[in-house]
Nanobody
Framework: QVQLVESGGGLVQPGGSLRLSCAAS????????MGWYRQAPGKQRELVAS???????NYADSVKGRFTISRDNQKNTVALQMNSLKPEDTAVYYC?????????????WGQGTQVTVSS
């Protein structure tokens, strides 16, 4: 079993910053791609940013230049630095990881953390 535990959500004013963190633990041989998704009320879950094990990143157009994804392969963690936050960034943010265990490769989700951007 693999668990992803997120932290760092909260309430912030427009223009502010937040940093989300996610740690993977459990029966892990190797963590491959990691990413952050978000889901706003009444909308589908969407990719915010992803990062390969080698460090190649990909961002949704709506967050380019404002968000930065990073990871620590030794600690099996991924972070999302969010700057210049806008009300439309309000959503539940989910961590995702593609994990090689000793017997299988499988995708896992965290429990989600709420980000609210409001004055």
């Amino acid at each position: 079993q693999v668990q992803l535990v997120e932290s760092g959500g909260g309430l912030v004013q427009p223009g502010g910053s937040l940093r989300l963190s996610c740690a993977a633990s459990g029966s892990i041989f190797r963590v491959n791609a990691m990413g952050w998704y978000r889901q706003a009320p009444g909308k589908q879950r969407e990719l915010v940013a992803s990062i390969t094990r080698g460090g190649t990143t990909n961002y949704a157009d709506s967050v380019k230049g404002r968000f930065t994804i990073s990871r620590d392969n030794q600690k099996n963690t991924v972070a999302l630095q969010m700057n210049s936050l806008k009300p439309e960034d309000t959503a539940v943010y989910y961590c995702n990881a593609l994990v090689d265990s000793w017997t299988r490769t499988q995708g896992y989700w965290g429990q989600g953390t709420q980000v609210t951007v409001s004055s």
